[in-house]
């Protein structure tokens, strides 16, 4: 069965700086990956979306993410956190395993500190 | 419809009595699914459908929970004899199918049981 691990539950940042929130996966197939945002009180946006295409994967806000098969990682990345970042961001996983389940990773919360 | 709509969007119920929460999928989205998010943690999946058919109900905690989608449309997840445990937020989201394509969220329903 597919799982994800999201390595930080929390992470704070300086505005400007780099951010880089960590997800491992495991899956017996060729996953589809995703990273989702939820900001406080609202509701699960998708950022970007690795479905089995180009390995670098580029989404909405400046972020991107990398798939390494060989590492099992999925890191989310943006070159210059802005204030507005400031949210829960969640590693999922899809395998083609016959049932479509998306599994969540547990979240890791994103600080941007003035 | 223009998007997921989720109902209702608070509940509050005693323990004890059985709760029914509804899901309007985006038209035309063949993949229904149920999550349960706690406070603070990932979503957790529940169950869902392709169509009117429960492809993996895998995610329901016992048996007082049970979903139904029966026209491949609007789904109800239904708690029964509710316990204090199930006290979260129930999430419903929307695809197109084949568990490549972004999951389109609710708002989400959340239950309280006292």
């Known amino acids: 069965a597919q799982s994800v691990t999201q390595l930080d539950s929390h992470v704070s940042v300086s505005e400007g700086t780099p951010v880089l929130l960590r997800c491992n996966y495991s899956s017996s197939y060729s996953p589809s990956l995703f990273w989702y945002v939820q900001h406080p009180n609202k509701g699960l946006q998708l950022l970007l979306k690795?479905?089995?295409?180009?390995?670098l994967v580029k989404g909405i806000n400046g972020f991107e993410a990398e798939f390494k098969k060989s590492e099992t990682s999925f890191h989310l990345t943006k070159p210059s956190a802005h204030m507005s970042d400031a949210a829960e961001y969640f590693c999922v996983v899809s395998e083609p395993s016959g049932t479509y389940k998306y599994i969540f990773g547990t979240g890791t919360r994103l600080k941007v500190l003035a | 419809g223009a998007g997921v709509s989720q109902s209702p969007r608070y509940k509050v119920t005693k323990r004890g009595q059985d709760v029914a929460l509804r899901c309007d999928p985006i038209s035309g989205h063949v993949s229904l699914y149920w999550y349960r998010q706690a406070l603070g943690q990932g979503p957790e999946f529940l169950t869902y459908?392709?169509?009117?058919?429960?492809?993996?109900k895998s995610g329901l905690p016992n048996d007082r929970f049970s979903a139904e989608r029966p026209e491949g449309s609007i789904s109800t997840l239904t708690i029964q004899r509710t316990e204090q445990r199930d006290s979260a937020m129930y999430r419903c989201a929307s695809s197109f199918g084949g568990g490549t394509g972004e999951l389109f969220f609710g708002e989400g329903s959340r239950l309280t049981v006292l």
């Open positions: 690795y479905t089995s295409a180009a390995t």
């Open positions: 459908f392709n169509y009117e058919a429960q492809q993996d």
